[in-house]
């Protein structure tokens, strides 16, 4: 297997589980706690009954905006610049209860066009066909970006003719590929998925750990990103993105994920939100059909009572809706046939979400066929839904016994190939046919930079980027001191996708009344610390840092100034650090953005009083660095300290002292201060010449040629498979991945460790005395070789002194477990030596 290959599989996603899979033969399928008589028609209805299916908020309506046979099994859509609409159809997907035949190349991506402009789609034509299981479609320059995993593709169309002329490789590593006999090995909810060309003019995806920026023909720069949810992104109008998990139906970056990737001292997650109250659900249909529906305590009534299967989450910015409705949060829930709506509020720093309506939802339906999947804002205004409409919605690889049988009992296999878009509006909305923004000249599309609908503003930013016609820079710095506050915002981020952003445009946007505004002028302003304006940026920075009283800017200003890698900004951020104490997550954007300055940053904060609430991270950050200079240099600091600071010191130093528990800081001679009481655990994390080894340590033996080879290569596949969620340093990633370093499911049992890449492993598990709940895919597809590569790379890394892991071990493993369809559990895994 080729090197490339390997490195298009992913390594690990984090969603919420189900709570049963299938077994394999011979499992005992618990019984229905929805009685036969109390389940309505199962059978698939037309457009027109479906609609009568439907219970909408008061004060909305529901339309029918396209149908089978203009579109079939649809998962994602995107309005393009002239008002068509872009459609992602998954048609393989789950052709039969076992998932056979997913491998076939029967995906495509349509565009539909409303030709005579009365909000119905009359017509569709097939851009791309061909494709294995797409996910992903984003209009862009003359074409699009497409995703079928393991690829993206930049598609043009070059003369115009609605159709694909050739695939341009954007990237090689989007998610797992599709492999012939093997469904279980590339499940469809995992994968890059829902291009969102943000705010700051990066497009970022769902499930993928990296962003892109268009450079025109073709061309992307690319970045690393987090991992972010498992189906559908959006953004609101501070450019924060949000995403969910199956049973999270809303989580958000409060900041912008990259930062929180910059210092692998500190490994917390900085910034990561879950703003709802609960996830509770009021379905308006008995709900057996379900994966979790056996389980009593999922039930009520006899209906799921939380999110099982949350997705697309999508936050309102258009101008149809009533005002109430702006800046709320949708979520999707394809398994109970409904869509929730969320009030968002900031309060005290913190986004909070509460449900719109008291037990009921914005949108429910009696149809055991309803699967919205998908959600975007169209040109008109109104909230588009994509319905996939099929009877199964679970995927064979997390598909458990006791939702195949019901499957099967209600015939939900078939028909396939149906499809629908819904169109939410208010009760009296009127028609508004869709305009074509790429017959306006650049100087028209500026003043659309201040539209109340978040389409136009969005959509106008990318044509101007994507033109990059100077003609237009003096109109757009006149759009930065206009009355309308989200035009001066869209214009700033024009003028910095554009390459013409200048220090006066921003300094004067620092001042702006508005908070949206300030934030990104401060975050564009890092654009300056390269050059000759980085002291005049800096200063300004340094002196908004004293007054900023939003805390969103304040937050930014933390960030901004992290990246100017100066002990003067860093005391400054610290400085508010001090003014504004109860902040929730200005340490965390502190602390991310000062590697390798935080004991001199420490050293300030003791001797000032400035920042207290940073030591004992500060300190911990010393710790994790590792470097014996620096460490001696924090003992003899804490050893002149007083008993009050010497004890928050200490115990920010040995916060992780598990982590030591092997790879000690290696020091040149034992600290005098180590006689000090309460030092006892800062002793255990360090080792110095003549120290005795731990009782029963045994220090590993020298790999073999052979062994050291396959660590090699193992390091090599570690690089582009698993870093991206565990990070390089194996620190694992807050929320996203758990730590490698020192993990006793790396160190310990080889035949748990095997077990796990070659099946997988799901549910709740313990790391470190830490739990997490994942869903990580097998692995199994990569082969004997690369897999013992890479394992026993982990198991000798970091200090690490396990065994390494052979092919033959691994095969032997493999042939141990033929029969296992399942990934497993931690109960199942400690059951085995």
Not at 361 to 386: H, I
Not at 588 to 614: F, M, N, Y
């Amino acid at each position: 297997m080729s090197l490339s290959r390997i490195l298009a599989l992913p390594v690990l996603f984090l969603v919420s589980t189900v709570s049963a899979q299938n077994g394999g033969s011979g499992v005992e399928v618990p019984p229905s706690l929805v009685p036969a008589e109390l389940v309505p028609d199962t059978r698939p209805l037309s457009p027109e009954e479906e609609l009568k299916s439907f219970q909408v908020a008061p004060g909305y309506r529901v339309e029918l905006a396209a149908s089978e046979p203009l579109v079939g099994d649809p998962i994602l859509v995107q309005f393009g610049p002239d008002g068509r609409l872009w459609v992602v159809e998954m048609r393989g997907y789950m052709p039969d209860i076992h998932g056979n035949r997913e491998d076939e190349p029967v995906g495509r991506i349509v565009i539909l066009t409303d030709t005579d402009g009365d909000g119905r789609f009359d017509q569709s034509k097939v851009f791309l066909d061909q494709l294995i299981m797409p996910r992903t479609v984003l209009p862009i320059g003359d074409g699009a970006l497409v995703g079928a995993p393991p690829m993206l593709w930049y598609c043009p169309d070059k003369n115009g003719d609605g159709k694909a002329d050739e695939k341009i490789v954007v990237a090689q590593d989007a998610g797992a590929q599709t492999i012939p006999g093997r469904p279980e090995l590339a499940n469809p909810e995992h994968g890059a998925n829902s291009p969102l060309w943000g705010l700051d003019n990066w497009i970022y995806f769902a499930e993928y750990a990296a962003r892109f920026r268009w450079r025109g023909a073709g061309n992307f720069d690319r970045s690393i990103s987090s991992m972010r949810g498992q189906y559908g992104l959006s953004q609101d109008d501070f450019g924060r993105l949000y995403y969910n998990f199956n049973s999270g139906h809303l989580q958000g970056d409060m900041w912008p994920s990259h930062y929180r990737l910059r210092n692998p001292h500190f490994a917390k997650s900085g910034g990561r939100i879950s703003p709802p109250v609960n996830q509770a659900v009021w379905p308006i249909r008995v709900t057996p059909g379900t994966n979790r529906a056996y389980i009593p305590e999922n039930m009520a009534g006899h209906k799921i009572k939380n999110f099982t299967a949350a997705c697309s989450p999508w936050i309102y910015r258009g101008d149809l809706f009533p005002a109430d409705a702006l800046g709320n949060a949708f979520a999707c829930e394809p398994a109970l046939h409904l869509v929730k709506r969320d009030i968002l509020t900031l309060e005290k720093g913190k986004l909070v979400a509460r449900e719109a309506y008291q037990q009921r939802e914005f949108l429910a339906s009696t149809d055991e066929r309803f699967r919205p999947v998908g959600m975007t804002t169209g040109p008109d205004g109104a909230l588009y839904v994509v319905d996939f409409y099929r009877g199964i919605i679970q995927h064979r690889i997390s598909l458990s016994p006791y939702l195949e049988k019901y499957i099967e009992e209600h015939d939900l296999v078939d028909p396939r190939g149906l499809g629908r878009i819904w169109r939410i509006v208010p009760e009296k909305a009127t028609t508004r046919p869709a305009p074509n923004l790429t017959k306006l000249g650049s100087a028209k599309l500026v003043p659309i930079l201040a539209h109340a609908n978040s389409w136009h503003r969005e959509i106008a930013q990318r044509l101007l980027v994507e033109r990059a016609e100077a003609a237009v820079v003096p109109a757009l710095e006149a759009l930065t001191r206009g009355d309308v506050a989200l035009g001066r915002l869209h214009a700033l981020w024009t003028l910095d996708g554009m390459g013409k952003s200048t220090w006066p445009v921003i300094e004067k946007a620092l001042a702006d009344a508005d908070a949206r505004v300030r934030n990104s002028a401060v975050r564009i302003a890092e654009g300056f610390f390269a050059g000759e304006g980085r002291n005049a940026a800096m200063t300004r920075l340094i002196a908004l840092s004293a007054t900023e009283a939003d805390s969103q800017v304040q937050t930014q200003i933390a960030l901004t100034l992290g990246e100017c890698n100066d002990s003067a900004a860093d005391q400054a951020i610290a400085a508010m650090a001090s003014r504004v104490p109860d902040h929730p997550y200005l340490p965390e954007a502190i602390l991310s953005g000062v590697k390798g300055r935080e004991l001199e940053l420490l050293e300030h904060c003791l001797a000032t009083g400035s920042g207290k609430t940073l030591i004992p991270s500060l300190a911990g950050c010393v710790a994790s660095e590792r470097d014996p200079n620096r460490v001696a240099r924090f003992l003899a600091l804490a050893e002149k300290a007083g008993a009050t600071p010497r004890k928050t010191l200490l115990a920010g130093f040995t916060a992780n002292a598990a982590d030591f528990t092997r790879r000690k800081v290696k020091l040149d001679a034992r600290p005098a201060f180590l006689d000090t009481p309460g030092t006892e655990k800062v002793a255990d994390m360090l080792t110095w010449p003549g120290k005795p080894a731990p009782a029963g340590f045994k220090p590993p033996r020298p790999l073999t040629a052979e062994e050291q080879s396959r660590f090699d290569m193992g390091k090599a596949l570690y690089s582009g498979i698993c870093a991206g969620c565990h990070q390089p340093s194996g620190s694992g990633l807050e929320g996203i991945a758990p730590p490698l370093i020192d993990s006793e499911w790396v160190t310990g049992s080889p035949e748990r460790l095997s077990r796990i890449v070659l099946h997988g492993v799901r549910g709740y598990i313990t790391v470190k005395k830490r739990r997490y709940q994942l869903d990580m895919p097998p692995l199994g597809a990569l082969g004997d070789e690369p897999l013992a590569a890479i394992l026993t790379y982990l198991r000798r890394e970091w200090e690490h002194g396990a065994e390494p892991i052979s092919q033959d071990f691994l095969k032997a493993v493999r042939e141990k477990e033929a029969r296992r369809t399942d990934s497993w559990t931690e109960q199942e895994l400690l059951k085995i030596p």
